[in-house]
Nanobody, 122 residues
Framework: VQLQASGGGLVQAGGSLRLSCAAS????????MGWFRQAPGKEREFVAAISWSVGSTYYADSVKGRSTISRDNARNMLYLQMNMLKPEDTAVYYCAARQGIMLTGLTYYDYWGQGTQVTVSS
């Protein structure tokens, strides 16, 4: 599966953004999907994931309550709605896919998009 993330940009603290990830391939619905981010000088970290089957979701503590991950299997799309953005949310955000159960470790994901930059100004 090929992934392409979009929707990043510059936003003021407290604002919102919705990231999108377009996936190619007819078996998108069978993949667990995740969002990860990488801030300058830091390691890539898990943000959120959604299962392929019943749409179960899981969030990192840093974004829990402020973000919502969702998917539209009919359109091969993955989304991340981020609200109440903080300067510490500034990072390049990546979508990723794996076959199998929902996991948070980035090494478990086999397919990655190119990333979209999110910058939150204070």
């Amino acid at each position: 599966v090929q992934l392409q993330a979009s929707g990043g940009g510059l936003v003021q603290a407290g604002g919102s953004l919705r990231l999108s990830c377009a996936a190619s391939g007819r078996t998108f619905s069978r993949y667990t999907m995740g969002w990860f981010r990488q801030a300058p000088g830091k390691e890539r970290e898990f943000v959120a994931a959604i299962s392929w089957s019943v749409g179960s979701t899981y969030y990192a503590d840093s974004v829990k309550g402020r973000s919502t991950i969702s998917r539209d299997n009919a359109r091969n799309m993955l989304y991340l709605q981020m609200n109440m953005l903080k300067p510490e949310d500034t990072a390049v955000y990546y979508c990723a896919a794996r076959q199998g159960i929902m996991l948070t470790g980035l090494t478990y994901y086999d397919y990655w998009g190119q990333g979209t930059q999110v910058t939150v100004s204070s």
